[in-house]
């Protein structure tokens, strides 16, 4: 019996063995977490690691939080950044719906409307981007489109990182005869999901003001804004 017992302890750790192995992982201070190789331990001038993938990285000591030694279960193993890399040049292309709210004026925002936006920004750093935007948007009988300067501040960089954004601009009635367009403005906030670091989903909800005159009657209007995109 006692034979039998021994013979299924070693049968439960050698599967517990080969279903586990040992891989590296760098937690650096912005949240990020890169799982792999490490090429070069962690000293005054920082870490080189890689990936299964082949991607190599390289960190400075002062991005680093800690080094460790992990056990994995193989079929878990996502050997890669987690999240955006949020450097250089981005574009965020969303698509989104508003609900009228309240009244500006003469005018009962009872109308909704649907947005198609593109920005093309860059990251100053981590943290800030700075772009520009432009969309079609469709408010019932007439259509705009704006033109306008964004920014994001990114408080986290995590796998999920939350987000804020401003937005100043103008609407162009360029698309109808009778509509002339005017000032726009946005702010709120939302949600960044990573991919992998050139890729992300993101969510949003904020509010939106419009100034625009359909022939002579003013339709300023005060919207509650929801969207959802990518971001590469």
Do not use: C
């Not at 090429?39 to 080094?67: C, H, N, W």
């Not at 698509?95 to 009228?100: A, D, E, K, V, W």
């Not at 909704?112 to 432009?134: C, E, K, P, Q």
């Not at 939302?190 to 890729?199: A, K």
């Amino acid at each position: 019996m006692r034979t039998m017992l021994l013979i299924l302890f070693m049968v439960a750790s050698a599967i517990t063995a080969f279903g586990q192995d040992k891989i590296d992982v760098v937690y650096l201070k912005d949240g990020r977490v890169v799982k792999g190789s490490i090429i070069k331990p962690l000293d005054a001038d920082g870490v080189q690691i890689m990936t299964t993938e082949s991607d190599v990285y390289t960190f400075s000591a002062d991005e680093v939080r800690r080094v460790a030694r992990e056990a994995i279960q193989h079929d878990n193993i996502k050997n890669k950044v987690f999240v955006h890399d949020a450097e250089g040049f981005t574009n965020i292309t969303t698509l989104g719906y508003g609900f009228g709210i309240g009244t500006v004026g003469d005018a009962n925002n009872n109308e909704d409307y649907f947005a198609l936006h593109t920005v093309n920004g860059f990251h100053v750093n981590r943290m800030i981007s700075l772009g520009v935007g432009v969309g079609i948007e469709g408010y019932g009988d007439y259509e705009l489109v704006p033109l306008y300067a964004d920014i994001r501040i990114y408080p986290a960089r995590t796998e999920w990182a939350p987000f804020f954004y401003g937005d100043l601009g103008y609407g162009l009635g360029v698309l109808e005869k009778n509509t002339d367009g005017g000032l726009m403005a946005a702010i709120g906030g939302g949600l960044q999901r990573s991919v992998n670091p050139n890729l992300a989903f993101v969510a949003s909800i904020g509010y939106r003001y419009q100034e625009n005159t359909v022939g002579t009657e003013e339709l300023n209007a005060s919207y509650l804004q929801l969207s959802v995109g990518v971001k590469f």
